[in-house]
């Protein structure tokens, strides 16, 4: 809890309302130790510049309306609808594309299933066109449900972030060219959760990566308690979802 606390904050900063966001953590288990996806951000990026991160983002409108593969697991589907003021379903489906989306937006990795063909009804003029043309369906029964996380106040932009999980092999399919010198994110790589925290990380990843790596020592159950960290009285707690 410490690095939460510690990280900068602003009291001149309005408290603004966090947005609704979704984040992607891509894990290959085939080896003794697993790893996981990291990317790192352009030095040139207002916000996080040059950090390693997770891919993700903000829900999109055509989060919404997207056709899938699949359902999320019904105890990720009440975690999710746990502590917020208008739970509701589509909501939870909608966070849950999000990641799925930004993770392609970011990475050119397409999360999902060809076995079912290409999805015919896609919002058009979204992203989501791309996973037609490569035959994919997202698929959100591949998805875990690991962790909640609220910025806290006085901070230049505020997010009401899930953090999903999936498995390297449900890649359906990947674009090349995505990442680059002048993309939003420069190099991707792949590497094992010890190696990831000694990057450049900001501080939620750090603690995020802590409940992963406890998360597949449990045995990575789809049951398991889902942390959800905020600020209560100026103190950072822990819940579980």
Known sequence: MDRLVSAETNPTLPTLRPVDAATLIVIDRKGKHPKVLMGKRHEGLKFMP?????PGGRIEAGD????????????AERALMGRVARPSAQRSR?????????????????????????????????????????????????????????????????????????????????VEGVVGPEAELVELAWVTIA?????????????????????????????LPVPFFHQQRGRFVRERL
Not at 50 to 54: A, H, L, N, S
Not at 64 to 75: E, F, Q
Not at 147 to 172: E, H, N
Not at 199 to 219: F, H, M, S, W, Y
Request: aromatic share 10%.
């Open 195 to 223: 190696q990831a925290k000694a990057l450049d990380l900001p501080p939620i990843t750090t603690v995020v990566l802590d409940e992963l790596e406890a998360r597949i020592a449990a045995g990575f159950a789809h049951e």
């Open 50 to 54: 040059g950090k390693f991160v997770f």
């Open 94 to 174: 909608a966070l849950a594309l999000a990641a799925i989306r930004e993770t392609f937006e970011e990475t050119g990795l397409l999360l999902g299933t060809r076995d079912y063909g290409a999805p015919e009804n896609v919002p058009a003029g979204t992203v989501w066109e791309s996973f037609r043309e490569h035959g994919v369906f997202p698929d959100l029964e591949a998805l875990h449900f690991i962790g909640r996380a609220i910025t806290p106040p006085k901070r230049v932009r505020r997010f009401d972030t899930r953090f999903f999980a999936a498995d390297r092999a449900s890649i359906a399919a990947e």
């Open 64 to 75: 919404r309306s997207m056709t899938v593969a699949g359902a999320l697991h019904p105890r």
